[in-house]
Antibody, heavy 127, light 107 residues
Framework: QVQLQESGPGLVKPSQTLSLTCTVS??????????WSWIRQPAGKGLEWIGR???????NYNPSLKSRVTISVDTSKNQFSLKLSSVTAADTAVYYC???????????????????WGKGTTVTVSS | DIQMTQSPSTLSASVGDRVTITCRAS??????LAWYQQKPGKAPKLLIY???SLESGVPSRFSGSGFGTEFTLTISSLQPDDFATYYC?????????FGQGTKLEIK
């Protein structure tokens, strides 16, 4: 079955750019009608959705982070990536990648929910 | 933005108990709600989608219900493995939002 694995630096300096990659195994990132998402969780706190990408390159971002976030996809490597610029200590968190599965609604609309998650990677912002 | 509010924040219960967690949305989200279970140091695990559809492989003691703005997750008979934190999440709007979590503790 599909598995996701996050990778990237565990320590980032304030004002720099956080860069993470999610590698998809057990299936092609391009197959099926899936979105691919990033979510984060500060220690002891709840979950915050960051944004998502379709394999066509179409993206949606959390408005609270939109000015600092870029999500991209590399189908040849079966990966998608997150860049978060101008980081501060408030960006310290466990970062998860996830697959979004599609379910049909009415009037040919579709809705997506996160069905497969990576194990998460801890990123600390500190000088 | 759609705000999701869970209650209670903490729930103490015993093995064998029936427990219910409530999730309220600040506006109607139809049935576009998922429930996740998270254990310490682990990623969230999908339990329920579309408010009441049980994810494959999830024990049948878990069930979800609700529509519009009020939803519930019920565990019919608590097992030791069920003590964890539970989150609801709306996906009616692609500006996804999660509840703050309900920690289910052993009494």
């Amino acid at each position: 079955q599909v598995q996701l694995q996050e990778s990237g630096p565990g320590l980032v300096k304030p004002s720099q750019t956080l860069s993470l990659t999610c590698t998809v195994s057990g299936g092609s990132i391009s197959s099926g009608s899936y979105y691919w998402s990033w979510i984060r969780q500060p220690a002891g706190k709840g979950l915050e959705w960051i944004g998502r990408i379709y394999t066509s390159g179409s993206t949606n971002y959390n408005p609270s982070l939109k000015s600092r976030v870029t999500i991209s996809v590399d189908t040849s490597k079966n990966q998608f990536s997150l860049k978060l610029s101008s980081v501060t200590a408030a960006d310290t968190a466990v970062y998860y990648c996830a697959r979004e599965r599609r379910v049909a609604g009415n009037y040919r609309t579709y809705y997506y929910y996160m069905d497969v998650w990576g194990k998460g990677t801890t990123v600390t912002v500190s000088s | 933005d759609i705000q999701m509010t869970q209650s209670p924040s903490t729930l103490s219960a015993s093995v064998g108990d029936r427990v219910t967690i409530t999730c309220r949305a600040s506006q109607s989200i139809s049935s576009w709600l998922a429930w996740y279970q998270q254990k310490p140091g682990k990623a969230p695990k999908l339990l329920i989608y579309k408010a009441s559809s049980l994810e494959s492989g999830v024990p049948s003691r878990f069930s979800g219900s609700g529509f519009g703005t009020e939803f519930t997750l019920t565990i019919s008979s608590l097992q030791p493995d069920d003590f964890a934190t539970y989150y609801c999440q709306q996906y009616n709007s692609f500006q996804y939002s999660f509840g703050q979590g309900t920690k289910l503790e052993i009494k």
